[in-house]
């Protein structure tokens, strides 16, 4: 399994490809949508791109409960594991 | 004469189409008789009947932010292209209230044709390869055809309404009469007008060659879109958008604008005849052209010009030709026709947007453009059609037409006036 500064960075490289928000300031205490600006269909978008570059599934109804980078990281570790 | 009714004009252009990135590259073009329509070069391109087609000079990931392109299909990328365009000519800048307008008396109207066409096709093929789940959620916002004029109006903070006309090869042109309405109803001081359109992909490509609409004249793309000449077989399909901004003759004063001309009045009617041939006898054009007319308090002598819909079809522009003449009478010989699908193809519903474009800075400029490729004019065609040079259009006091027919048989004629 990936460390989490790898997991972060593959994140924030999403996170860029998405909505424009410079990869590093994508750091895991940052809310997607407070912090980076990000709208629900945004999220939506990290999240299947996430899936595909992770290889995890992350169910619509989770989505709610990953308020920040850290806990999307988080997810995706425990999902990976 | 309604002598109370606000005059409204226009005080900002924009347009991205296959001219030329902008307004002055295009017009520039437009002097020059150049010719945006191109072989397509996409593999897909190889096995249909038509592989010619007119796209944009300019590709919108080269101006446009990659973020802010993501979320649009590209007909509403060349929306925002020409809105931002528009606006800046306009001398704004940013959202309404930081100019100074109350965004309750800001529209937009933005037309389309078929709406986020290649967004929605693409969007099939990643299902049926991909499944459900990689369906992108923007895909709805993006497809669907009020997406450009809502886009536009976040960008300029427009509150007054945004609306999103639709009429075929005439949308474009019902935008600017939308807008024209908009401000004399009162609902608006300012409204950000035109249309937009993106369809240059297989589908319908191929569709309006097996309607036998588009010409085959695969070999010799630049001389395929010849309005007017013997030798047309068809149109070819065009892409890109056109938008201005017009506003109340007293907002305009009061702030010191530039105006390029006045939208004068504005001519509609419907042919009930038939859902994609004109009617023969031009009988809707006429009346379009004469309501235009007396709704601009303009009688057929004082026009000079006229930017014809004319798409090179053989039917088509004969009818319109025969429309004009019946609408001009014995003034049609002092009347200056052009057709700049000529040069851009049929940019659907973008078309009366930026051909309204090229009438108004054929008033401003008091030169109109030509008509390119008219090689052997067709005898039927009793009109003095401006080819080889562009036409000084002489002294005092121009008026314009535009002309745009819709496949269902909308007719849409706008009348500008000199400033």
Not at chain 2, 311 to 335: N, Y
């Amino acid at each position: 399994m990936a460390s989490t500064e790898e997991i972060r960075s593959d994140l924030a490289d999403i996170v860029n490809e998405v909505a424009g928000v410079p990869a590093a300031d994508v750091q895991l205490d940052k809310s997607f949508t407070d912090d980076l600006g990000m709208d629900s269909l945004g999220m939506v978008e990290v999240v299947v791109a996430a899936e595909e570059k992770f290889g995890v599934k992350i169910p619509d109804d989770q989505v709610k409960n990953l308020a920040t980078v850290g806990d999307a990281v988080a997810f995706i570790e425990r999902a990976g594991a | 004469m309604t002598a109370a009714r606000t005059r409204v004009v226009v005080t900002g252009l924009g347009a991205t189409t296959p001219v030329g990135g902008d307004v002055a590259t295009t017009w520039e073009s437009f002097l020059a008789g150049r010719s945006g329509v191109r072989l397509l070069t996409e593999d897909w391109a190889a096995q249909l009947p038509v592989r010619i087609a007119a796209r944009v000079a300019v590709e919108p990931a080269e101006v446009l932010p990659r973020v802010q392109a993501r979320r649009l299909d590209r007909s509403g990328q060349f929306a925002m292209i020409a809105a931002r365009e528009a606006w800046s000519d306009a001398g704004f800048e940013g959202l309404a209230p930081d100019n100074g307008i109350d965004p309750d008396r800001l529209g937009v109207v933005c037309a389309s044709g078929i709406g986020g066409v290649t967004t929605l096709l693409s969007g099939y093929d990643e299902l049926l390869k991909s499944g459900p789940r990689r369906v992108s959620p923007l895909a709805i916002p993006m497809l669907m055809p009020n997406s450009p004029a809502a886009n536009v109006g976040i960008d300029v903070g427009a509150q007054a309404g945004v609306h999103t006309p639709v009429s075929a090869c005439a949308s474009g042109a019902e935008g600017l009469a939308y807008g024209l309405d908009m401000i004399r109803s009162g609902r608006a001081d300012i409204v950000v007008a035109g249309g937009t359109e993106a369809a240059i992909h297989p589908l319908p490509m191929a569709a309006f060659a097996n309607m036998m609409a588009l010409s085959k004249r695969n070999d010799e793309p630049e001389r395929a879109s010849r309005p007017y000449d013997k030798g047309r077989d068809g149109f070819v399909l065009g892409e890109g958008a056109g938008l201005v901004v017009l506003e109340s003759a007293e907002h305009a004063q009061a702030r010191g604008a530039r105006v390029y001309a006045e939208l004068a009045g504005a001519g509609m009617s419907a042919d009930s005849h038939h859902i994609a041939q004109p009617d023969p006898s031009g009988a809707g054009a006429v009346k379009a052209m004469r309501f235009a007319l007396a709704d601009a308090d303009l009688d057929t002598s004082d026009v000079t010009h006229l930017n014809a819909h004319a798409t090179s079809t053989p039917a088509g522009d004969l009818a319109e030709a025969i429309a004009i003449r019946t609408a001009f009478g014995d003034d049609t010989g002092q009347v200056a026709v052009t057709s700049t699908k000529s040069m851009t193809g049929h940019l659907l519903g973008g078309a009366g947007a930026v051909e309204s474009i090229a009438a108004i800075l054929a008033l401003h400029h008091r030169v109109a453009p030509p008509t390119i490729n008219v090689d052997d004019l067709d005898d039927e065609v009793d009109l003095d059609v401006i080819s080889g040079q562009p036409r000084a259009l002489g002294d005092g006091p121009l008026a314009a037409l535009n002309n745009s027919f819709g496949f269902g048989g909308h007719n849409v004629a706008l009348a500008f006036r000199s400033v």
